[in-house]
C-alpha cells in the first residue's frame, strides 16, 4: 500500500497500475517501499512538512518511458519527471504533488555523440555534467563545457529548467538543438530536423519546418525529454578569468551601467556576475567569524568583514577566452573602462594558477565547490529568489534596495548576485534558512512571498522558481486576465486529457487536478 496516494486516485487504480508498470519496466525497477522513496524529496524543502512520492519508477529507454506514460494515462496516476534530481533550491528530487509517482529517468545516461567537428553532444537524461566532461577530457576533445554550479546535476534536467552557466555558452537552452519527447499518452516525436527520419542537421539546425516547439517542453509539463542535442564550444586558444572588486554599495549602477554596451557587443563574452559581499565572502569564511547575533548582519560587520577578507562590496567577475594577444588587449580595454569607478581593483587568472570554484564554472570545468558556501550559516539550506531586470543600472539598484532590505527586515542576510545575459540581470537572492528551525523557516516562506508580490508590482518577474511558489509566480504573469496560462492549460487538457504529467509545473494544472491550485504556500 502506497503511503500518501495522489488525490482523486484510489488504492485499486493505482495498484493496477503498479502491476502494469511492474510488467513492463520490471519490478526492479518499480519502487515503493519507504527507504528506496526517501531520496524523492526536498532537502532544501520550505515547508514544514511534505509526504512526498508514492513510488518511483526507473525505465532502462524510450520505449519503456512510452509503456509507463501509456499505464499512467490509462490508470489515471500523476507522474513527476526527474533526470538526476538535483534541482535544489527550487525543489530538489520532490514532486508538486504529495503522493505523485517518480519518473527517474537516470538509468538512461548514454553520451550517444560527441562532434568534435560540428561541436555538439547529443545526450540521455542521465548524463551528468560530470559524465560529459569526463568523456571529452578521455578523448582529449578540443571542447569545452558550459556548466551550472554545482556540477552533478543533469545536462537535460539543467537545459529544460532554463539553467544558466558560466561561459560565453551558458544561455543553455538557446545552445540547445534538438529534443526527442515522449508525449503524455506515450507518442514519441522529434523536434527540429529530427521530425524528418533521414536528416543529418537535427542538433545543427533548430527550427526545422513549421512551428518552432521546443521551448514548450522547458520548464512544462508537455512531454518528457529523452534525448536533447546540445551545442559545445570550441577549446578557445588561451583564457583569463578576471575579477574586479568595488568598494562601494553605491557603485552598483555605474557598474552595470559600463557593463551594459560591452556585455551586448560581447567585449564581455561571458554570463559576468556581480556578487554581493556576503556571497563572495561565504566562499572564503563562515559568518560567524564576523558576526554571531541574531538577524541581518549589521553595516559595521559587513564592513569589517570586506576588509579583513579583502574583498570589494561587489565582486565582479568574467572571462576572456581567445588567442592570447586578443583576451591580453581586451582585458586592457576592460581594465580601463570599469577603473572610472573610483576604488576598482583588478586580479586575473589562467588555467594552471590556483583557480578558485567560480574561475573553475567560467572554464566549464564542473566542480561542487558552491556548496561551501552554504557553511556561511549552521544546518543552512536555502531556496532561490530569480527575478529579471534589463541590464540598466538603475533597475539593479532599485531591485537590489527592494530585496536588500526586505530581507533584512525579517532578519536575513542580502545573499545576492546579478548575473548578465544578453540584455538582462538574473538576480539570484539565495535565501538562507535553518533547515531544522521552523520559525526561520516560516520567516523565509513569508518574506518569499512578500518578495514575490512587491517585485511583481514593479514589473518584475522571476525565471524559475521553487515548486511551493509556482501557482503564485505563474499567477504575476497576469497579462490580458492571464492569457498566457489560459493558452498553457488549453495546451495541457488536449495533450494531457488524463492530466497525469507533472501537475502542477509552473502552476499548469491539468482540468482533473485544478481544484490542487493555490498550493502550499
Ligand atoms: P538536475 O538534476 O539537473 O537539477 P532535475 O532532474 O532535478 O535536474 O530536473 C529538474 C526539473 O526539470 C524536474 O523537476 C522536472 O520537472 C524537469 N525535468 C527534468 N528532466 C526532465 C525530462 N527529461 N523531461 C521533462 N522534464 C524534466
Redesign the pocket.
Known amino acids: 500500500m502506497a503511503s500518501t496516494l495522489p488525490p482523486h486516485v484510489t488504492q485499486s487504480s493505482f495498484d493496477a497500475a503498479l502491476s502494469s508498470w511492474r510488467r513492463s519496466i520490471g519490478s526492479v525497477h518499480v519502487l515503493t517501499a519507504a527507504e528506496s522513496l526517501a531520496g524523492y524529496s526536498d532537502a532544501y524543502s520550505p515547508l514544514a512538512e511534505h509526504a512526498g512520492a508514492s513510488a518511483a519508477l526507473l525505465p532502462a529507454n524510450v520505449e519503456e518511458v512510452r509503456a509507463v506514460l501509456r499505464i499512467a494515462s490509462e490508470h489515471g496516476i500523476p507522474l ?8 535544489l533550491a527550487y ?1 530538489g ?1 520532490a514532486p508538486r504533488l504529495d503522493g505523485t509517482v517518480m519518473l527517474d ?1 537516470k538509468r538512461m545516461n548514454r553520451i550517444l555523440e560527441v562532434d568534435d567537428k560540428l561541436c555538439y553532444a547529443l545526450v540521455e ?1 542521465g548524463v551528468s555534467y560530470f559524465d560529459l566532461y569526463e568523456y571529452i577530457q578521455e578523448r582529449k576533445l578540443p571542447l569545452w563545457l558550459s556548466v551550472p554550479a554545482p556540477g552533478w ?2 545536462v ?3 537545459t ?2 532554463r539553467g544558466v552557466g558560466y561561459t560565453p555558452y551558458g544561455d543553455h537552452f538557446g545552445m540547445q538543438c534538438g529534443m526527442e519527447v515522449v508525449l503524455p499518452d506515450g507518442d514519441l516525436l522529434r523536434t527540429g530536423m529530427g521530425a524528418m527520419s533521414g536528416s543529418r542537421a537535427w542538433s545543427l539546425f533548430k527550427y526545422g519546418f513549421g512551428p518552432y516547439v521546443d521551448g514548450l ?1 522547458t520548464q512544462s509539463n508537455f ?4 534525448k536533447l542535442g546540445m551545442w559545445l564550444m570550441p577549446a578557445p586558444a588561451d583564457f583569463l578569468s578576471c575579477s574586479v572588486y568595488f568598494a562601494n554599495e553605491e557603485d552598483l549602477q555605474q557598474i552595470v551601467d559600463i557593463m551594459r554596451p560591452l556585455k551586448i557587443a560581447l567585449v564581455i563574452p561571458n554570463a559576468a556576475t556581480i556578487y554581493s559581499a556576503v556571497v563572495k565572502a561565504a566562499s572564503l569564511a563562515v559568518r560567524a567569524d564576523f558576526y554571531r547575533g541574531e538577524g541581518a548582519m549589521p553595516p559595521d560587520a559587513l564592513k569589517r568583514m570586506i576588509k579583513q577578507l579583502d574583498i570589494g562590496f561587489w565582486n565582479l567577475s568574467f572571462a576572456l577566452y581567445g588567442p592570447t594577444p586578443f583576451i591580453e588587449n581586451q582585458w586592457a580595454l576592460l581594465q580601463q573602462a570599469f577603473g572610472r569607478i573610483k576604488g576598482a581593483r583588478f586580479a586575473a587568472k589562467r588555467l594552471g594558477d590556483e583557480l578558485h570554484y567560480r574561475d573553475l564554472l567560467q572554464a566549464g570545468i564542473p566542480n561542487m565547490g558552491e556548496f561551501n558556501t552554504l557553511n556561511w550559516l549552521p544546518q543552512s539550506v536555502h531556496m532561490d529568489f530569480s527575478p529579471i531586470s534589463a541590464l540598466d543600472g538603475a533597475e539593479a539598484v532599485k531591485q537590489y534596495r527592494m530585496i536588500s532590505s526586505r530581507a533584512r527586515e525579517h532578519g536575513f542576510d542580502y545573499f545576492g548576485a546579478l548575473i548578465a545575459g544578453w540584455r538582462e540581470l538574473h538576480h539570484i537572492f539565495a535565501l538562507g534558512f535553518n533547515r531544522y528551525d521552523e520559525n526561520e523557516k516560516a520567516r523565509a516562506r513569508k518574506l518569499f512571498a512578500i518578495l514575490i508580490d512587491e517585485a511583481a508590482a514593479a514589473g518584475y518577474g522571476e525565471y524559475r522558481t521553487h515548486l511551493a511558489y509556482m501557482d503564485r509566480v505563474a499567477a504575476t504573469y497576469d497579462y490580458n486576465n492571464g492569457a498566457m496560462l489560459r493558452f498553457q492549460e488549453k495546451l495541457k487538457n488536449a495533450i494531457d486529457p488524463a492530466g497525469v504529467l ?1 501537475p502542477g ?1 509552473q502552476g499548469i494544472w491539468p482540468e482533473r487536478f485544478r481544484d490542487q491550485r493555490g498550493g502550499p504556500a
Open positions: 513527476w519527471p526527474i533526470s538526476t534530481g538535483r534541482n525543489g528530487a529517468l537524461p546535476g543533469s537535460i534536467g539543467n529544460v529548467e517542453f512531454g518528457v525529454v529523452t507533472a509545473k
